[in-house]
């Protein structure tokens, strides 16, 4: 190598770091305006649901900080004086009961649509995404109608019903993806071993495509805990009432706006997932991911 | 071993053929054991999905007490009404302008992302994501205090410049546009997280041979990455198409539908009259109105689907 030709890959090569560097740089600033963009909202409430109805009614002092000290005051009115540990319990015992069923419902059916063939097994597949794709504000009425006949109107247990509209197809079929991604020798060694479908489903499917289950389970739990249209639509009496509607709508009393409770409340409400995820993203993005970009 | 076989051939292919006829028996248990466990399935998807869609295309040939059967007597009043037309064309507007938007935030973000040396993409993506995994009812009503007439924070900021308070939610302009900007916010992440899952799938070797035959930045993502993405934006596009012209939190919470209904989409405007004004049948035909754009997508989208698992294998 001669001189001349270390000289331009050493210059080359400076040129490339800079270049990298400055590529770096240009990406987190950019990247900061976005995080400030996406992180607003969320930043504003716990902003205000740490100030006192006096700082928040203040019309000149700056929204963005908390000048006059910071009070749980607001989260102590939401827990005694309302009805948001209601509809709370109602959630739980809502998203609970949906979750075991979806889940059920989907790992048998899926288990059975990637691995068994009976007639009509591939169209069920391919329905079973279109269905999916009904959104629930098309359903919503004539369920209303369907609800009201079977005299679950104003219970809570029609979203037990109802729910797994939302989350029954998206769960099979991502569950379809992972169970055919398991090699078929290993249903073969276990047949040879004597292992009925049961045991064949218990034994290596479910924990073999444990990923999947995770990644499905994440989805029917956010799905129903968010879930908004249903319950907005069949549900009118706070005893009944869900978290999503029961602070959008109920929280708010007379024509003052508490705004210092709404935002403990929205918070409060918005806990249970924001943790599921901090624990679990990469499981959850993995399963979306792997649910849409393949079959 | 060629005596035994001689003296008792039946005995010996028994075992041969048994398994075959065994195997059929078994098929055919199998195929009853699988159409069991996929009859919960089937129940929930027939009796909860299908079932309703097609009563609601009877229910919107009702008159409002649903005791007569007047046709398409509701789909004819609807199209005779300008409210009408403006929820049609605001439901247009918000769900192209909110998609494109997301569509276009998705694609930067992850390619930003991207650029990051690998330790810190995990942290950065969690924190992009926090718009998308709050429940959207709840963060809506961040945003309907942030726009607040009296308290917003946005026109505090705006004062603090010198300029003056927008009307964010009763000028029905801007109130257009504060409900397309939530939208964004709170869709732009699933964008994110699938094109960069896309992004992650593009073979280095690509970008090296582009680099090699001297393709700049903007070249390699225009002829490696595109083409390479092409099926996964379609996909996610649609997908989202869909999502956002079904959607009805946001609109429902910041503004009802107004100011004086320039705000309301599809989904809003069936609530309105279907729930709040008791007419079923009316709320039923305006939201069997999404179904056309609903059943494209969904054609476009399987397809997609479908090519992308032949090409994976």
Same mark, same amino acid.
């Given at each position: 190598m001669t001189a001349a030709t270390a000289e331009y890959a050493r210059a080359s090569g400076a040129s490339l770091k800079r270049s990298r560097r400055w590529a770096l740089f240009t990406s987190y600033f950019f990247l900061v305006l976005f995080a400030i963009f996406f992180l607003i909202p969320p930043y504003y409430m716990i902003v205000t649901s740490l100030k006192s109805d006096a700082e928040v009614a203040?019309?000149?002092?700056?929204?963005?900080?908390?000048?006059n000290g910071l009070t749980l005051e607001q989260y102590r009115l939401l827990f005694r004086e309302t009805d948001f540990l209601i509809y709370f319990k109602n959630t739980v015992i809502v998203t609970l009961c949906v979750v075991a069923i979806t889940m059920v419902v989907s790992v048998l059916a899926a288990f059975s649509l990637s691995r068994m063939r009976f007639w009509g097994s591939g169209i069920l597949a391919t329905g079973i995404f279109l269905t999916y794709l009904i959104p629930d504000t098309l359903l919503f009425i004539p369920l209303f109608q369907i609800v009201r006949g079977l005299g679950l109107?104003?219970? &809570?247990?029609s979203m037990v019903l109802v729910y797994p509209t939302l989350t029954v197809p998206f769960c099979t079929w991502i569950m379809i993806g992972y169970f055919q991604s398991i090699p078929k020798e290993l249903d073969e060694a276990a047949l040879i071993d004597g292992a009925g479908h049961m045991q064949m489903l218990l034994k290596i499917f479910i924990p073999v495509a444990l990923p999947g289950i995770i990644a499905a389970t994440i989805f029917a739990f956010t799905v129903s805990w968010a879930a908004f249209v249903y319950p907005i639509a069949f549900l009118f009496s706070a005893d009944q009432q869900v978290l999503t509607v029961g602070t959008v709508?109920?929280?708010?009393?007379?024509?003052? &706006?508490k705004w210092g409770m709404l935002m403990a409340g929205a918070l409060v409400a918005a806990a249970p997932p924001l943790i599921v995820y901090a624990f679990l993203m990469d499981y959850y993005i993995a399963g979306l991911t792997a649910g849409a970009t393949k079959g | 071993m060629v005596d035994i076989v001689r003296r008792y051939p039946g005995q010996l292919l028994k075992p041969a053929l048994q398994p075959r006829a065994g195997m059929r028996q078994f098929v055919r248990r199998r195929s009853t054991i699988a159409f069991l466990m996929c009859l919960p399935l089937i129940v929930i998807v027939a009796g909860l999905i299908i079932y309703p869609a097609l009563y609601s295309i009877f229910l919107a040939t009702l008159n409002k007490a649903q005791t007569r059967f007047i046709g398409l007597g509701n789909f004819s009043y609807l199209l005779s009404r300008d409210t009408f037309w403006m929820v049609i064309e605001q439901s247009a507007i918000f769900a192209l302008t909110a998609v494109l938007f997301k569509a276009l935030i998705g694609l930067v973000t992850a390619h930003l992302v991207n650029n990051?040396?690998?330790?810190?993409q995990r942290k950065w993506r969690g924190m992009l994501l926090v718009p998308w995994v709050i429940p959207l009812a709840l963060s809506t009503l961040g945003w309907w205090w942030l726009f607040?007439?009296?308290?917003?924070a946005f026109n505090w900021l705006i004062r603090g410049f010198g300029g003056n308070d927008i009307p964010w939610l009763s000028d029905p302009y801007w109130a257009r546009f504060s409900v397309i900007l939530v939208n964004v916010w709170y869709g732009a992440p699933f964008f994110l997280i699938m094109y960069l899952a896309a992004l992650k799938s593009v073979p280095e070797q690509l970008y090296e041979a582009a680099q090699i035959d001297g393709a700049n930045a903007w070249q390699r993502f225009l002829h490696v990455t595109l083409p390479m993405m092409r099926n996964i934006i379609a996909i996610t596009v649609l997908f989202s198409l869909i999502v956002t012209f079904a959607n009805f939190d946001i609109v429902q919470i910041m503004t009802?539908?107004?100011?004086?209904?320039?705000?309301?989409?599809f989904a809003t405007y069936a609530f309105l009259l279907g729930i709040r004004s008791g007419d079923l049948p009316l709320g039923a035909a305006v939201s069997l109105f999404m179904f056309p754009i609903l059943a494209v997508s969904a054609v476009f989208i399987l397809r997609g689907v479908r090519k992308r698992g032949r090409e994976i294998g």
């Open positions: 203040h019309l000149a002092s700056n929204p963005w900080i908390i000048a109107l104003n219970s &809570y247990w709508t109920s929280l708010i009393k007379a024509d003052v &706006y | 990051l040396p690998s330790k810190g607040d007439p009296t308290h917003s009802a539908g107004g100011p004086r209904n320039m705000t309301h989409v």
